[in-house]
């Protein structure tokens, strides 16, 4: 019930080694000028009770990912107001792109990824994340998901 990005769109594994820059498994920072959290974005499974997760990274501007970075162990984070952010996750199910859609990033309590909402566009995603999905296109995610178009191995 949930799928998860390694690294934002725009990580390159040439990175790794540089100064400034940092992947870890819930923040990256990429030449020192552009960051990024890594969120849950939601979908509920309509008439289940469940959530499908999407794992994916938002870019921040620096002084809300220094204060998302100054909170990240401090109780009570959740208080915090969203912070504005850019999805930066190709999620390849869904056309258009999903790159560079509008987000706020709410934080939860300490040890709980940050929720990823989406502005409320007609874009699929966004559509999803409102309206919820069914188990069918639960399956039909992780049918595409684990065995990719064009993927001779399955």
């Known amino acids: 019930m949930a799928y998860s990005a390694p690294a934002p769109h725009v990580w390159d594994p040439s990175f790794a080694d540089a100064p400034d820059c940092l992947l870890s498994s819930d923040q990256c920072v990429i030449n020192g000028q552009h960051y990024f959290v890594k969120g849950l974005l939601e979908i509920p499974v309509i008439g289940t ?4 997760s999407w794992g994916v990274w938002v870019s921040l501007s620096r002084d809300n990912f220094a ?42 309590p300490v040890g709980r990824r940050p929720f990823v909402e989406l502005e409320p566009t007609d874009h699929p995603l966004a559509v999803e ?18 065995h990719p178009a064009g993927d001779e191995s399955g």
């Open 49 to 52: 009770g469940e959530v499908f």
């Open 129 to 146: 994340q409102r309206i919820g999905i069914t188990r069918d296109r639960v399956r039909e995610i992780a049918e595409a998901v684990l």
């Open 67 to 108: 204060r998302a970075a100054d909170m990240w162990d401090t109780a009570g984070r959740e208080a915090e107001k969203p912070y504005f952010g850019w999805l930066t996750t190709e999620l390849a199910l869904y056309a258009p792109s999903t790159l560079n859609l509008k987000t706020h990033l709410h934080t939860r």
